[in-house]
């Protein structure tokens, strides 16, 4: 079974730094991109970052190119995503998605706020 | 970069309606979209890849069509449960482009 676990949210300061985790299962991890998705709430989905399987390519939304970075181990089938000078805009719940977004974890909430 | 558009943004339906959302590319995105459905406080949950294949598990009253710039997904009666917010994502090049969302609601 597909597994993605997200950790790694919570409470930062304007202009603060945190990094989350997605930890993958259930499948080979090298042979698949895998995506940042955020949601604000109440709010539409909105695709962040991407590290594709098959080279070390990143992509990434102008909203964050410059302040975000994304990173995997595939030692630990664990992909990262660093998020410096975070802003209120950035708050929403964060989620890892496989390939083409066909498997999603269960998200995890960042909140910029003083 | 790719933008999505996708349209209505809320429409009221009844149980047995048959329902259509469209999403429109900025450019040319072969047949690569992808529609998902959304209940409140749920993850995403993918309908359908490759503009017209049914997710393993995904009821048959659900399709997609289109390919090029135009799509559309088709619920072909309403169930209770299909009311919910849907999205489409073009997955083309990246960065992938999710369309602004469709909240069904019951009429």
């Known amino acids: 079974e597909v597994q993605l676990l997200e950790s790694g949210g919570g409470l930062v300061q304007p202009g603060g730094s945190l990094r989350l985790s997605c930890a993958a299962s259930g499948f080979t991890f090298t042979s698949y991109a895998i995506n940042w998705v955020r949601q604000t709430p109440g709010k539409g989905l909105e695709w962040v970052s991407g590290?594709?399987?098959?080279?070390?390519?990143?992509y990434y939304a102008d909203s964050v190119k410059g302040r975000f970075t994304i990173s995997r181990d595939n030692s630990k089938n664990t992909l990262y995503l660093q998020m410096d000078s975070l802003r209120a805009e950035d708050t929403a719940i964060y989620y890892c998605?496989?390939?083409?977004?066909?498997?999603w974890g269960q998200g995890t909430l960042v909140t910029v706020s003083s | 970069d790719i933008q999505m558009t996708q349209s209505p943004s809320t429409m009221s339906a009844s149980v047995g309606d048959r329902v259509t959302i469209t999403c429109r590319a900025s450019q040319g995105i072969s047949n690569y979209l992808a529609w998902f459905q959304q209940k409140p406080g749920k993850v995403p949950k993918r309908l359908i890849y490759?503009?017209?294949s049914l997710q393993s598990g995904v009821p048959s009253r659900f399709s997609g069509s289109g390919s090029g710039t135009e799509f559309t997904l088709t619920i072909s009666s309403l169930q209770p449960e299909d009311f919910a917010t849907y999205y489409c994502?073009?997955?083309?090049?990246?960065?992938?482009?999710f369309g602004q969302g469709t909240k069904l609601e019951i009429k």
């Open positions: 590290f594709s399987g098959s080279s070390d390519s990143t």
């Open positions: 994502l073009q997955h083309n090049s990246y960065p992938y482009t």
């Open positions: 490759v503009a017209s």
């Open positions: 998605a496989r390939g083409w977004c066909d498997s």
